[in-house]
């Protein structure tokens, strides 16, 4: 599964199940023939989320894909403030640490 799928899947999955998701793009678009740097915050999380009143960011990570030091920092920042941050590597595993920790 490629990190679209998986994305698309986790999204999926915790809509159906009653939680707020939605995907996060944090990329530079193009404007009157030049590019424009987004607005989001450096490292966001691919997947935002809300499940059972607690706000979830979930980097999605296929591979040999690894965080970069700006999403080593969001996730501190997340964890920080009282969120809870994930990084999913596949579903099998997502679904697991789901059930672990939110049924």
Not at 34 to 57: E, Y
């Amino acid at each position: 599964m490629d990190a679209n799928k998986l994305t698309v899947s986790i999204i999926r999955f915790l809509q159906t199940n009653g939680c707020q998701a939605e995907r996060v793009n944090n990329i530079a678009r193009k404007v009157g023939g030049r590019f424009v740097k987004s607005n989001m915050t450096r490292g966001t999380a691919d997947i935002h989320a809300i499940v059972k009143g607690i706000a979830v960011k979930i980097e999605v990570k296929i591979g040999k894909d690894r965080q970069s030091e700006f999403q080593k920092q969001y996730q501190k920042e997340v964890e920080k403030a009282g969120g809870i941050y994930y990084i999913a590597k596949d579903f099998d595993s997502f679904y697991e640490w789901y059930n672990l920790n939110f049924k």
